[in-house]
T-cell receptor, first 113, second 112 residues
Framework: NAGVTQTPKFQVLKTGQSMTLQCAQD?????MYWYRQDPGMGLRLIYY???????DKGEVPNGYNVSRLNKREFSLRLESAAPSQTSVYFC????????????FGEGSRLTVL | DQQVKQNSPSLSVQEGRISILNCDYT??????FLWYKKYPAEGPTFLIS?????DKNEDGRFTVFLNKSAKHLSLHIVPSQPGDSAVYFC???????????FGAGTRLTVKP
């Protein structure tokens, strides 16, 4: 049972390059989330998708776009990467939006030079 | 504006002793609190939670205490085991807004 799977695990980008982080869950969850974790700060919500076909901004959405491709997959795109986006990114899912328990992927470490 | 704060970045305890991890919050709308545990190179995993209608919740060696008047919660681990060594995140959310706010984490080291 894979749970939440993120790819890639590690990525190094140059400023201005674009990339997409992929996330897939196999738990038949309706809601999916993207968080970033930075030193000295808690996980902060970038975007979420309460259900297939919907996406909404979280606490720190600037510089990111998301796509809920289908019920299983939720991708995060950086159109023009900046050094401030160097972080560890976590994808998470929950059965429904109001379900407080989140299931996280292993994380993707992104470095922007 | 960090609405959830874990003021101790690290904690070291001896195996068999009690570990107490603390968390403070500022938003009085928060009504549900969770602790997540994170091992290196893994994602956070849910550990235990508490609703604001309770002041204590136990699950085996783990107990979470909530003091609403002080806007403070704590996680007690008794007895502590080396396998408990991890980063612990406190999280909180409000019923009318499920955006979960996380603290910065406390790294617990349990020494054999």
């Amino acid at each position: 049972n894979a749970g939440v799977t993120q790819t890639p695990k590690f990525q190094v980008l140059k400023t201005g390059q674009s990339m997409t982080l992929q996330c897939a869950q196999d738990m038949n969850h309706n809601s999916m989330y993207w968080y970033r974790q930075d030193p000295g700060m808690g996980l902060r919500l970038i975007y979420y998708s309460a259900s297939e076909g919907t996406t909404d901004k979280g606490e720190v959405p600037n510089g990111y776009n998301v796509s809920r491709l289908n019920k299983r997959e939720f991708s995060l795109r950086l159109e023009s990467a900046a050094p401030s986006q160097t972080s560890v990114y976590f994808c998470a899912s929950s059965l429904i939006r109001t379900d407080r328990e989140l299931f996280f992927g292993e994380g993707s470490r992104l470095t922007v030079l | 504006d960090q609405q959830v704060k874990q003021n101790s970045p690290s904690l070291s305890v001896q195996e068999g002793r009690i570990s107490i991890l603390n968390c403070d919050y500022t938003n009085s709308m928060f009504d549900y609190f969770l602790w997540y545990k994170k091992y290196p190179a893994e994602g956070p995993t849910f550990l235990i939670s508490i609703s604001s209608i309770k002041d204590k919740n136990e699950d085996g060696r783990f107990t979470v205490f909530l003091n609403k008047s002080a806007k403070h919660l704590s996680l007690h681990i008794v007895p502590s085991q080396p396998g408990d060594s991890a980063v612990y995140f406190c999280a909180a959310s409000a019923y009318n807004n499920n955006d979960m706010r996380f603290g910065a984490g406390t790294r617990l080291t349990v020494k054999p």
